[in-house]
């Protein structure tokens, strides 16, 4: 079915401390995201890179945290950018860093409340991203926006989030990078956490068809934050935090096709891409791939099976 898409650049670099994420957008761009999309049928519209909402410096309790002022204003102009685009089409966010996500998906958010829907969030990524403004030894913001999502407290320079996330609305999937604060406010919020370790004792799809199950039987709205460390960086190298033993290419693929078959995603974060990291560009075209094979391209098409 033809989509109008929404591509929202959102060159964020203030989440983390390595500099290049800002430059994520651009080679999506060229990398012919919205070339690969219209071939398969879709409506593209590029709005162009989105601006943080101005604020004075703000400091924090705990002094490891750092370009909290920015953050913040990226996370209202996204809100808003997300919130008007999903009225209209589906939203793809083009990053720049994780920390993008606190706006994205609170604007997804504050969508699905208009509509009276639920919103699910599939979280593909190595980190679980659960750090509050507190508990962050590094003081990098792209390791904060699931519990931002989740309504932990501890957010008082940002907007409330709208409608918070209850657990079984929230899903990750490929973890393997878990700091001792993050564990120990996991386990008490349970929200489903398939590792790599469950990905290699059940595979890929088994956990996914579940989590999708649950948004469909519930009428939900799914956005989906792709981390490029989602991915094992001997295929996606462009991304500042490589964690060994991500998904393979096939794993990736299979991940999107499902979600594509599913019918249920409304919205998409692209996230980490560094294309100064990056190697002759290959980080990028794998990501628009697997956006095509989100958006329905299929190597082999299967008729449906009668029952």
Same mark, same amino acid.
């Given at each position: 079915?033809? #989509?109008?898409?929404? !591509?929202? +650049?959102? /060159? @964020?670099?203030?989440?983390?401390? =390595?500099? *290049?994420?800002?430059?994520? %957008?651009?080679?999506?761009?060229?990398?012919?995201?919205?070339?690969?999309?219209?071939?398969?049928?879709?409506?593209?519209?590029?709005?162009?890179?989105?601006?943080?909402?101005?604020?004075?410096?703000?400091?924090?309790?705990?002094?490891?945290?750092?370009?909290?002022?920015?953050?913040?204003?990226?996370?209202?102009?996204?809100?808003?950018?997300?919130?008007?685009?999903?009225?209209?089409?589906?939203?793809?966010?083009?990053?720049?860093?994780?920390?993008?996500?606190?706006?994205?998906?609170?604007?997804?958010?504050?969508?699905?409340?208009?509509?009276?829907?639920?919103?699910?969030?599939?979280?593909?990524?190595?980190?679980?991203?659960?750090?509050?403004?507190?508990?962050? #030894?590094?003081?990098? !913001?792209? +390791?904060? /926006? @699931?519990?931002?999502?989740?309504? =932990?407290? *501890?957010?008082?320079?940002? %907007?409330?989030?709208?409608?918070?996330?209850?657990?079984?609305?929230?899903?990750?999937?490929?973890?393997?990078?878990?700091?001792?604060?993050?564990?120990?406010?996991?386990?008490?919020?349970?929200?489903?956490?398939?590792?790599?370790?469950?990905?290699?004792?059940?595979?890929?799809?088994?956990?996914?068809?579940?989590?999708?199950?649950?948004?469909?039987?519930?009428?939900?709205?799914?956005?989906?934050?792709?981390?490029?460390?989602?991915?094992?960086?001997?295929?996606?190298?462009?991304?500042?935090?490589?964690?060994?033993?991500?998904?393979?290419?096939?794993?990736?693929?299979?991940?999107?096709?499902?979600?594509?078959?599913?019918?249920?995603?409304?919205?998409?974060?692209?996230?980490?891409?560094?294309?100064?990291?990056?190697?002759?560009?290959?980080?990028?075209?794998?990501?628009?791939?697997?956006?095509?094979?989100?958006?329905?391209?299929?190597?082999?098409?299967?008729?449906?099976?009668?029952?």
């Amino acid at each position: 079915m033809s #989509q109008k898409v929404i !591509l929202i +650049g959102a /060159p @964020v670099d203030t989440g983390q401390k =390595r500099a *290049g994420c800002l430059m994520g %957008p651009a080679a999506y761009r060229v990398a012919g995201l919205a070339e690969a999309i219209t071939g398969l049928g879709h409506h593209v519209i590029d709005r162009g890179d989105v601006a943080p909402v101005a604020h004075p410096p703000m400091a924090h309790e705990n002094p490891a945290v750092h370009h909290l002022a920015e953050t913040v204003g990226w996370t209202e102009a996204l809100s808003q950018a997300g919130q008007a685009a999903a009225a209209e089409g589906f939203p793809i966010f083009l990053g720049g860093d994780h920390s993008l996500s606190l706006g994205s998906v609170a604007g997804m958010a504050a969508h699905a409340a208009s509509l009276g829907r639920p919103l699910f969030l599939l979280w593909l990524d190595a980190h679980t991203d659960f750090h509050t403004l507190a508990s962050t #030894q590094s003081g990098n !913001l792209h +390791g904060t /926006p @699931v519990a931002y999502i989740a309504g =932990r407290p *501890g957010f008082d320079a940002f %907007p409330p989030f709208p409608a918070p996330l209850p657990p079984h609305r929230i899903c990750m999937l490929g973890i393997r990078s878990v700091d001792d604060a993050e564990e120990a406010a996991l386990i008490p919020a349970e929200i489903e956490i398939a590792d790599m370790r469950v990905l290699d004792e059940r595979g890929i799809g088994a956990p996914l068809r579940e989590f999708l199950a649950r948004v469909r039987a519930e009428n939900g709205l799914l956005h989906v934050s792709l981390d490029v460390d989602f991915l094992d960086p001997s295929i996606a190298p462009a991304v500042g935090t490589t964690v060994p033993g991500g998904t393979t290419f096939r794993e990736a693929h299979l991940v999107m096709e499902l979600l594509h078959e599913s019918g249920l995603v409304s919205s998409l974060d692209l996230v980490e891409l560094n294309p100064f990291l990056d190697e002759r560009g290959r980080t990028a075209e794998l990501m628009v791939d697997l956006v095509a094979s989100l958006m329905g391209r299929k190597v082999f098409d299967r008729p449906t099976r009668m029952h």
